[in-house]
């Protein structure tokens, strides 16, 4: 079935440190996959996309790695810092679909 | 300019009860999402529209569940004869197309928390 799921449910991170959030997802025909980030009590905010014909991009102190043998996906954040603490998720879809299926999100903490 | 809009922000209601939550997208977006968030879960898609095609009303979850966008702007969000397991945080997204065009980014509301006693 189709499916986004998250590895850890909790990362901790002391600041300035890099973050990595991994998250696998079992629908080999999704062809496009996002990053959203989540603050307390806001809506999703879009970080970055990659499509399936990429196997990486690069964002202002984020990037996102797309392994389509394993299906997996990572968002890599460079120099963590306090206001990059939130729950982030990733979202597929597949072509001609105009439905996002969500992870159930990883919780970010940073601490000094 | 200015977000995608929700009203209201919460709203507790009683076991039995309708309520209606309200969605004003970016101007300009053709498309628009609603998705419900439980407590320490993911996005869940509800509906979705695109300008004036039928929507996509896959995800709702029972026939108590309904929404309209009139005009092509404001949508509402109306669940029937509310249960408990319907307490969550109801998201609205708009994005200027549906689909993988160019722009399809979504952009979100701040949702409405919704909570059934």
């Known amino acids: 079935g189709e499916s986004v799921g998250l590895h850890l449910p909790t990362l901790s991170v002391q600041e300035g440190d890099n973050s990595i959030i991994n998250c696998a997802y079992s629908?080999?025909?999704?062809?496009?996959f996002i990053w959203y980030k989540q603050e307390s009590g806001k809506g999703p905010q879009f970080i970055i996309d990659?499509?399936?014909?990429?196997d990486k991009r690069q964002g202002q102190r984020v990037t996102v790695l797309l392994n389509k043998t394993v299906k997996h996906l990572s968002l890599q954040i460079a120099a963590t810092q306090p206001g990059d603490s939130a729950v982030y998720f990733c979202a597929e879809t597949f072509y001609n679909t105009d439905k996002l299926i969500f992870g159930t999100g990883t919780r970010l903490q940073v601490f000094p | 300019g200015a977000g995608v809009s929700q009203s209201p922000s919460n709203k507790v209601t009683e076991k039995g009860k309708d309520v209606e939550l309200r969605c004003d997208p970016i101007?300009?977006?053709?498309?628009l999402y609603w998705y419900r968030q439980s407590l320490g879960q993911g996005l869940e898609f509800l509906i979705y529209f695109q300008g004036n095609s039928a929507p996509d009303k896959s995800g709702l979850p029972s026939d108590r569940f309904s929404a309209e966008r009139t005009g092509g702007s404001v949508s509402t969000l109306t669940i029937q004869r509310t249960q408990q397991e319907d307490s969550a945080v109801y998201l609205c997204?708009?994005?200027?197309?549906?689909?993988?065009?160019?722009?399809?980014?979504?952009?979100f509301g701040p949702g409405t928390r919704l909570t059934v006693t």
């Open positions: 629908n080999s025909a999704s062809d496009y």
């Open positions: 997204a708009s994005s200027l197309e549906g689909g993988l065009a160019l722009n399809y980014e979504q952009y």
């Open positions: 990659i499509r399936s014909n990429m």
């Open positions: 101007s300009g977006h053709t498309a």
